[in-house]
């Protein structure tokens, strides 16, 4: 019985294992990595069941026939390929990705093409940086009609004509970003119906005339020359939810379909807002549109009234030629949510709104969605509180490297007289959460400044020689969880802060801080920074009470005494994470020591400090006595010598 089981069990053995051997049934698919292996030659002894195969990295420079019946992928980037026969890849039947990137393929253009044109099911194809010219590209292109994505990056195409992709319209990601490309011929990417991504960036493209692409998701046309961008109005859906114009030349904002998706517009680093006012931009922008479109007057405000319609929640305006806030552009995006306007011109923010038609009245727009703005680095010194009323929803608020002094807080009645008032009034953002006010040189913070906001963080670093008056953080005490007063030249003198029961992070460091406000003992602290002050030491109750919660404390840059540093050991034990303490010291009378040395032995190096002390002070009161004896012994012997002489003279 057991011989007949075990004659079963042989028999189905040799059945499988003949059945691998002929080829009818596979291992999982295998790969194998031969990148960075300085080979000169496709190596002879490869897996025939391979599926993924890298060779990047290399020295080779021809490729011959590869017989690799179910590869899958290949990688021979980063070599010197220079020629490719033309059977190389006629036995890859099933290899759909191919990165050629970084090799020498402008050579040998025929050759490489009859190779190439040999994969038909071809998915994936990366031939950047081989110096391909226009012609040379439509060559490597041919017979590629499964193709999904192409990567085209660093070559030397100055044209791309609309015969290019005309065997690969199934395309859904085409980049050809870094090349010299200025002119596109119309019907290009027009008919590739699936193509998705199209990037572009950092060519010669001067102008977007006639935009056409409704099926294109993303597109990024940054680092070019484009000076503008407009489509022509009709009522067709666009799917274009990304579109980078960044680091161009555009003087104005672009025209957009009609109909659009765009959510995220990217317009860093322009010429926008050169045109000194809002109106000038968009009455100019609408007469370029009526020139390219050869329309002979403009019927209707272009520009505004396709912004109306555009479900925006992110634009980036920073790093332009502002000098003005564009309130009526602006404020049409009314799914709008992130607004970063920083590195511009802006001086101040005044409510240039025309007034109604029918009433005469100023009119009031809103913001209805945004909730972060970032102004940074613009010289601001007034903004409107009629602009700051506008800000419904915002939540964070940056005004960093500005010239900001926030007024105290007022009444929403007396709101209409302080419409010209130099500061700003920062008290009235009830939904603000998180504000930086850093690098403003603010002089005075005044009681009730942010009295009725909902403060989480807050930071007020670089203003040097502030003086922050008592009940400045009144109303936020409670909601404040991150407070940064750092680079203040404060000393302890001028640092008061109220009980914060939801602190957990606080920066003081380079001030000229020697002890931390006992009040903090109510904040659940977990990290604190006080670097580079004149602390000699810290409060040990203090600490004790923070050390349940805090975890992260840096220390460095202090004076701190080495004997008197209980503070220091119940951190240590507690095993808290002081990131700097390799840079820290703590001093003697005599030297300074590293404090991670110091921490090695504390008590020991402390007790035979002490002893050194008590030995020191002993031979002080001995020399004194010693001294005093002396004196007395000789006042003694001369006043006798006084009387005697006294006696004989009598």
Known sequence: MVRHMFSNLLLLWSIGHDLCITGLTYDEPKEQSWNNHSLYSVPLDLDVRLRRLDLSNNFIRQLH???LPYLEQLDLSSNQLDLISEGAFEDLARLEELNLSRNALNDDIGSNGKALQSISRLKSLDISMNDLSDDAVEVYLRNKSCLDQLK????????????LFKESKGLRAITIDDNQISVIEQGTFEPLSQLEVLNLARNNLAHICDFKLH????LNLSRNSVEFFVTREDDQLYR?????LSHNKLLYFPIVPKMNSLRYLHLQNNLVGALNSEATMVSEANALYSEIMSEKTVRKNILHSNWRLMPLIYIDLSYNHFRSFPLETLSRLTSLETLNFSFNCLQNITWNVRNDDESGFRRQLFFPSLKYLNMQSNGLAYISPLFLNALTQIETLNL?????QPCASIDQSTQQMNLNASCVVIGQLRTLKHLNLKENNIKMLQPNTFL???????NLARNSHMVVRRDALEGVQKTLQSLIISEMNMTSSDLSLPCMPA???LNISNNHLDVIPSSLSCSPLTEIDIRNNHFESLNNSLILALSERLNLMYISGNYFNCCDSKWLIILHELKMKLP???DAVCFTSDRHIAMTEYLKNPSGYCLSHTKAQEVHFGTMIIIVLFVSVISTVLLIFTRKGCCTQRSFIV
């Open 65 to 67: 026939t590869l017989a």
């Open 152 to 163: 085209m990056t660093g070559n030397a195409l100055t044209r791309l004509s609309h015969n």
């Open 215 to 218: 099926q294109v998701k993303y």
């Open 240 to 244: 274009l939810e990304i579109l980078d």
């Open 400 to 404: 960093q490297d500005n010239s900001v």
């Open 452 to 458: 009725k906001t909902s403060l989480v963080s807050l």
């Open 503 to 505: 602190l957990t992070e």
């Open 580 to 582: 700097d303490v390799n």
